[in-house]
C-alpha cells in the first residue's frame, strides 16, 4: 500500500485529498521503485489545482514533478542502482506520493554528503534555472545578471548558478526583509520599489522574468545591448488561495506583444521558458539529470528548503507558497 | 584635395555622385588621417540610397561604414600609428572617400600578410556577424548553426565564425548555382526551396535570418527547443533597382509580432539585430574593433570579395549588391 495526494477537484488548498492506494506498484524493466521521503511543491502544482494549467492530466491526478527516497525494487533491465540507494528523481506528474516507479534516465544515486530533504528541491529548480541561464542566455563569465524573484526555489539556485558562471548577481525581492537572504548567495539585493526609482541599475546581460504582464516591458530596459531577457512564467496571475480571474486577465493583457521590427531596434532578445514542457521531450529530461548529477557537487548547489510539511497538510505547503511566503524551497514528508 | 560619393537625392543607384572636395582634412588629437584605397558597400547603403534608412543623416551626406588604406598623418594624441601604416577603420557613415579622418580606437594595424582588399570587405560582416553569433546568440561547440543569405559578405564571414566556435553549419541560398561556394566553406548547403520542402532540416540551436518578413516564423519552426533567431534585416523588401513600396509594406506586414505568451510555449528566443545602431555607441565600437583585431588571425578571417568597382562605377556596385548577384562582399576602389 502507498498513500498520494490527488486533484479531484479544482479549487482552493482544501481540494487537495490524500488517498491511500492498495495496487501493488511494480517497476517495468526499465523502472526504479522508489519509497519516497519527500516531494517538492512547485507553483505550477498551485495553478494546476486552480485549473489554470493547460498541460494537466484529466482530473483525477496525481501532482507533482520531483521526489527523492530510497530504492525499493529495480526493473529486470535496470542497472547501477540497487535497493536501499538514496536517490533523487524527476517525475513528470505523480511525485505527490509515498511510492513511485519511474524510468531510470530520471534518477540518480546521491552522494552520501547529500541531504535527502535538500535533494527533493532540486529537480525543478535545477531545471529551470539550467534551462534559462545556461541552455537559453548562455550566462557567462563577466555577465550582468538580474534574478527576480531571487528568494523562490528558482531564484535561489539561479543565483548559485550565475555566480558559479562567473557572474556579477542582482537580485530582487518585493520583501525588504527578504534582501538579507539574497545578500548571503553573495548577489546584490534590491527590492522592486528600490530598482523602480533607480534608473542606473541597469546595463544587464540577462534578466530571469518571473512575474509577466508589465514586468517584462519594464526589465527589458535595464538591458544591456544585446542583453537577453528569459520570461518564465505567471506568477502574478495568482495569489489569495484560489484563481483570480482578472487577475489572470490583468497579467495576460499586460504581457507585452513584441513586434519583431520594433526589437530589432533595441537590439536585445527575448525568451519565453515554460520548464514543464521541455520535461515532455525525454532526451532533455536525461541530458538535464546527467547535468544535475554532475552539477550538483560541481557547482556546490545547496537549495534553501524553507519548510517540510507532513503529507496531511500538504494544504498548509500550498498556502504557504501561493501567499509568497516562502523563502526557498517548500517540500511534502513521506514517513 | 580628395573625392567623394554623395547621396544627394533619393532613388536609383544612378542618384549617386562623385564630388571633389578641395577642404584639406585635418586629424583632430585623437583622430587618424587615411588615405583610403578601398571602401565596403553594404545593404544599409542601398536601403539609404532609396530614403528607407532612418537612421541615416539628412542629405547631402556621404555613405559607408568601412575603409581600409594608408596612415597619412596622426592627430597629436594618438600612439601606436605612423604614416605609411596599412590599416583597417570603421566609419560611421563617411567611408565612401577617398580621404577619412576616424578616431583612433576605430583603426588598426593590418598583418603584412592581410590584403587591404580584403581589409575593406570586414568590419561591417565581421562586427553584425559576431552581435549575432557571439554577443547575442553565444554559439558553442556542437550547436546546429542556420546561415541564412550565407553567400553574402555577413554570411560568408558567419559561415567562417561559426565554423571556428565548433559548430555544424548549414548554409541557405535562393540560388541552386552558389551551394558549391557554400560548400568551400565546409558548411552544408540548401537551397530555401529545398529547405521548405524538407522538415527534416530542423533542431537548430541558432538561425541568423536575414530576409525579414514571412521567413522568421517559417524559421523559428526549425528551431530546436531553447534555440534562438536573430533577425537582422529587411533584405525582402529591396530589390529591382529602386525602393518598392508594395514590396516594403509586404514584408513589414508579413514581419511576425510575438506574444511573449505564445513564445513561452514554444521555449524558443527572438533577437532584433541591426548592428549599425550597436556602431552608435563608442564603447562597443571600441570593443568590436578590439575583437576583430585579434580574430583576424586567430580565426583565420578570410573575407570573399567578389568584385572592386573603380569609384566612377559606383552606381554598378550598388546595382550588383541589390539585385542579388553578388556572391561576398562589394567594393570601391580609389586610386
Redesign the interface.
Known sequence: MHREIRIEKYGDAAKLVLRDQRAELQPKPEEVLIDVKYSGVNFADIQMRMGLYPDAPPRPFVPGYEVSGIVEAVGSSVSGLVPGDRVLAGTYFGGYSSKVSVPKNQVFKLPSSFELEKAAALPVSYFTAR?ALI??G?V?EGDRVLIECATGGVGTIAIQMAKSLGAEVVGLTTTPSKKAYIESYGAQAFTVEELEADPSIARFDFVLNAS?GRS?SKQLKRLD??G?I????LNASVGGGRANPLRVLKT?LG????????????????????AL??LE?AE?VERLTKALEADLVRLGLDPHVDRVFPCEEVKDAHLLLENKAAKGKVLIGWS
Open positions: 534551462l541552455e537559453m548562455r557567462r509577466g517584462i545591448l544585446t537577453r528569459v520570461c518564465m512564467g495576460v504581457t507585452p506583444i513584441f513586434p519583431v521590427l520594433s526589437l530589432m531596434n533595441k537590439n536585445r532578445g527575448v525568451y519565453g521558458l515554460n514542457r521541455v521531450d532533455w
